[in-house]
């Protein structure tokens, strides 16, 4: 059984960081990608970023040049390192691991930014 647990959100100021982490704390399958996504209030769940497990990375315009996604597909972990965070980054922060006929999700990390 496969379950991703997240950590690594918080509380931060304007301009900081945060690394959020996400690990599949049950049976370790061969995911074909990971990634983030986020869902601010009232709004719905957006992709920040993926990886596939050849390494391509894709990332929503809004966050590159800030965020860096990484992971080891075989340990099904991956990361999101987020620099220069803004109000509108506030949102919680959802992993996912995808295989062809399933996506699954871990329950969610809060990140608000606000000084």
């Known amino acids: 059984q496969v379950q991703l647990v997240e950590s690594g959100g918080g509380l931060v100021q304007p301009g900081g960081s945060l690394r959020l982490s996400c690990a599949n704390s049950g049976s370790i399958v061969s995911f074909a990608a990971m990634g983030w996504h986020r869902q601010a209030p009232g709004k719905q769940r957006e992709l920040v970023a993926s990886?596939?497990?050849?390494?391509?990375?894709v990332y929503a315009d809004s966050v590159k040049g800030r965020f860096t996604i990484s992971g080891d597909n075989a340990k099904n972990t991956v990361y999101l390192q987020m620099n220069n965070l803004q109000p509108e980054d506030t949102a919680v922060y959802y992993c996912?691991?995808?295989?062809?006929?399933?996506?699954?999700w871990g329950q969610g990390t809060q990140v608000t930014v606000s000084s």
């Open positions: 990886i596939t497990n050849g390494g391509r990375t």
């Open positions: 996912n691991g995808d295989l062809i006929v399933r996506r699954y």
